[in-house]
């Protein structure tokens, strides 16, 4: 009744969808993708990577998440992964991935990914493909403009979109304005481990801030925080946060910043904020708690921030990859507001300024504006750019993309998106040096674009070519969770630093059990040891008696291959927790309370060899 006739008079809207565009996105059997693209899984938690043009997925990280598939989150190596100041936390609204980069271009190192909820960024490591790192963020709440990289990855920032009293602390909440505030955090990351620490907090009025983009090029030094309800209202509801003509774009100085660190010009304030490292040698992660933070107040370090005005409560902020143009995404509004870094800059040299707010000087709109971009579409969200001297922005009301010139300002494409994009994507499309073949929609609504399965739909992206003037949608595919942003890379930047397995005596795992002959079970009160092996195609020990109901039991689990792709699983009848599924050369450890006795089989969870159904065993549970 439906789906026949809504799908054909698409596919006849869509006429550019020919054989010919098949074929753009065909990726025979056995070839590999041109781009990887990094989609965050919004309120899954996870990160998904797909083959771009296939549309293919071809892993799905955990990240904010536990994962059964992996054992992450379940295991005794990455439990202390999802620690925070708040306890353990297995869940977390992820949304924006970014690529770690060098000279402003993306580097295949490291992807970093925020999660809004409980404060947090990740990193995970493109070696791997597994998440390395997971840092709280302190006196924050909805940590949203985050995690958007400086051009060598000096910093990652986030920005609280809640104002929250800082320090934390009971109070009342119509007390918000003036009282509440809104921390921009710097997150120093280490050039070689790329381990974050919290480098300094810039202490902002009591705004929301939204979104963020560092400077490149000439505006190298600089970050761009948008902000929405700078009326300070605690509740929007009604009137709310949209009585103000213009909200800011936050021009935050963070050289200026490094120096002001440098001169002890900054405070000491309680925080409590958990860091947790996988360590790369013994695969065991650690958390451990943080106890301050550096802040910087604005209002007593002169040149370091400037409020830009910007009509209509601007979301995305973008940085076109020159670094001279500021593209402010009003989102209420039907005009694009790009601001000129050079004219920012004469600005503050010349001191002409439209007042301040808790001392952070205005700038006055009409000095700064570069161009607008006039009535392209309704509800701008996001702006990315193809490195030929286009931009391409995303409309949500209006739902379509839109290509504009920079510099001239003027509208030169325009293409639906079926339904409701948030960002897009395009490989390397926020850094200096954009890969602009592709372009990817991440749409919110998925309405009748694939079969029914209920309810509830999966998201989607859509593929679009933007090699040539006109841009040619060419694939929907369904993602997982919501595909809030994503990140794209040429395959081969990534692919050549793939590790393949870990070198079996290179692992530092405390429990690990580096050769058949060393397996054993060790008790010390009640707590079983089990010392276990894996190699196609048995596991070892694989007769185990001695344990009692009620003991603490711990299967530490190493698997000696030596050889790509051939992981081996584990898990045991009534297992509290998930499987294991542990990578060639590494250890994992499956922790299991046996709560009655009897004979409990254990076997290898994942397919490895055609006796891969050999690898069982059991363990014998008897009285306390
Ligand atoms: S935000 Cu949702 S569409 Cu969380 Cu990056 Cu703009
Ligand atoms: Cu090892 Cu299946």
């Known amino acids: 009744m439906f789906t026949g006739c809504k799908q054909s008079s698409q596919t006849s809207n869509n006429s550019a969808l020919s054989s010919d565009v098949a074929s753009k996105v065909y990726v025979a059997p056995g070839e590999y993708d041109e781009f990887y693209a990094f989609v965050s899984g919004g309120f899954s938690g996870q990160l998904s990577v797909y083959g771009l043009p296939s549309g293919r997925l071809l892993k799905v990280i955990p990240v904010f998440s536990q994962d059964a598939e992996k054992g992450y989150g379940y295991n005794e190596e990455t439990i202390p992964m999802l620690n925070t100041s708040f306890g353990f936390i297995p869940w977390d609204d992820a949304h924006h991935p970014e690529l770690s980069q060098t000279d402003g271009e993306t580097d295949g190192r490291w992807v970093f990914i925020n999660g809004n909820n409980t404060p947090r960024i990740a990193r995970i490591d493109l070696s791997t493909f597994e998440t390395a790192e997971i840092i709280e963020i302190p006196n924050s709440g909805g940590n949203h403009s985050s995690p958007f990289t400086t051009e060598n990855t000096e910093y990652v920032v986030a920005g609280t979109r809640f104002a929250v009293p800082y320090p934390q602390k009971d109070m009342s909440i119509k007390e918000y304005k003036g009282n509440f505030k809104g921390a921009l955090t710097f997150i120093d990351v280490e050039k070689e481990s790329g381990h974050m620490e919290v480098a300094f907090q810039v202490l902002m009025p009591g705004f929301n801030y939204d979104l963020a983009h560092s400077g490149k090029g000439k505006s190298h030094g600089w970050t761009f925080f948008t902000t929405y309800n700078t009326e300070e209202s605690n509740t929007l509801l009604e009137v709310g946060a949209s009585q103000n003509d213009k909200d ?118 009409d000095e700064i504006v570069a161009g607008i971009v006039e009535q392209p579409g309704l509800g701008p969200l996001h702006t990315e750019f193809d490195g030929k001297g286009n931009a391409y922005t995303t409309f949500f009301i209006s739902s379509e993309v839109v290509k504009w010139k920079v510099g001239t300002w003027e509208v030169i494409d325009r293409i639906p998106s079926y339904y409701s994009v948030g960002h897009l994507m395009i490989p390397g499309g926020d850094s200096k040096k954009p890969e602009g073949k592709y372009l990817v929609a991440l749409n919110k609504i998925t309405k009748d674009r694939y079969l029914p399965t209920g309810p509830e739909l999966n998201h989607s992206a859509q593929l679009y070519d933007i090699s040539g003037d006109k841009m ?36 530092e795992h405390p429990h690990a059990t580096k050769s058949e002959s060393d397996v054993k079970v060790v008790r010390e009160g009640n707590i079983v040891r089990i010392y276990m092996t894996a190699i196609r195609s048995h596991l070892n020990p694989d007769n185990i008696e001695g344990v009692k109901v009620g003991d603490k039991v711990y299967f530490h689990l190493t698997n000696l291959e030596q050889d790509w792709d051939v992981p081996h699983g584990f898990s045991v009848m009534g297992a509290q927790n998930a499987e294991l599924l542990v990578m060639p050369g590494q250890t994992e450890t499956l922790y299991w309370e046996p709560k009655q006795e009897g004979v409990y089989p254990f076997y290898c969870t994942d397919f490895c060899s055609a006796l891969h159904q050999e690898m069982q065993g059991y363990v014998r549970v008897s009285p306390a």
């Not at 402010?328 to 300024?353: M, P």
């Not at 694939?475 to 692919?495: C, N, R, W």
């Open 472 to 507: 040619e949608l060419l694939l929907d595919f369904p993602t997982i969770g919501e595909p809030h942003y994503a990140q794209g890379i040429s395959a081969g930047k990534v692919m050549s630093k793939s590790k393949k397995f870990y070198p079996i005596d290179e692992n």
């Open 248 to 365: 800011y774009i936050a021009a935050i100085n963070w050289k200026k910043a490094e120096e002001y660190i440098a001169e002890g010009k900054f405070k000491t304030i309680p925080a409590n904020y958990a860091h947790n490292i996988y360590d790369e040698k013994t695969h065991v992660a650690t958390s451990e708690m943080k106890k301050e933070v550096r802040v910087l107040d604005p209002a007593e370090c002169p040149g370091l921030v400037y409020f830009l005005p910007t009509p209509k409560s601007p979301h995305g902020v973008d940085v076109d990859p020159t670094g001279e143009y500021i593209v402010g995404n009003g989102k209420l509004s039907a005009d694009l507001t790009v601001h000129s870094f050079t004219k920012v800059l004469q600005a503050i040299e010349n001191k002409s300024f439209d007042g301040e707010a808790y001392g952070i000087p205005i700038l006055k709109m």
